[in-house]
């Protein structure tokens, strides 16, 4: 279906609770969680939890502690290598005086995994419209029970 496998889901790049202001994407890239030639990140490099640094096969099979640490990689993003792309958006952060690096700003996405090739190369509509579904009214509900 064009997820990556491997990885874990971003339910946010930093912490929503403490943000002010929200900036919203489509999905996240595939080089949060690998360098450019599909190796995935490793040690001081991670940014975010795979099922390889969380040792488990599958999503599915995640305890409390294992949802509790990539929830701690998603909302301390910011503070561990965080990819460039954010860059140009810190930018128009700045004349709101918000910083994801604050923590005043965070980053949300329509749909919450990574995907091979990027969604502006995915073909199938059909594909984007069930990744679109299923994410939304996670979306939804965040930006409903957050203060942005």
């Not at 919203?24 to 640094?53: A, V």
């Not at 502690?65 to 929830?71: A, E, F, K």
């Not at 910011?78 to 952060?93: D, E, G, I, S, T």
Request: proline share 3%.
């Amino acid at each position: 279906m064009n997820i990556v496998s491997g990885f874990t889901p971003i339910v946010a790049f930093g912490n929503p609770h403490n943000c002010r202001v929200a900036t919203i994407g489509i999905n996240p890239s595939k080089n949060e969680f690998s360098d450019r030639f599909g190796q995935e990140l490793t040690e001081d490099k991670r940014r975010l939890e795979t099922l390889n640094s969380l040792g488990i096969k599958s999503i599915d099979s995640t305890n409390k502690l294992q949802v509790g640490q990539i929830w701690s990689a998603c909302n301390n993003y910011f503070h561990k290598n965080p990819y460039y792309w954010f860059n140009k958006l810190q930018k128009v952060l700045t004349y709101f005086e918000v910083s994801y690096d604050k923590n005043t700003a965070c980053h949300l996405d329509l749909v919450q995994w990574a995907t091979d090739p990027v969604w502006g190369k995915i073909n199938n509509k059909i594909i984007k419209h069930r990744l679109i579904e299923k994410d939304r009214i996670f979306l939804r509900k965040q930006i409903e029970n957050e203060n942005f």
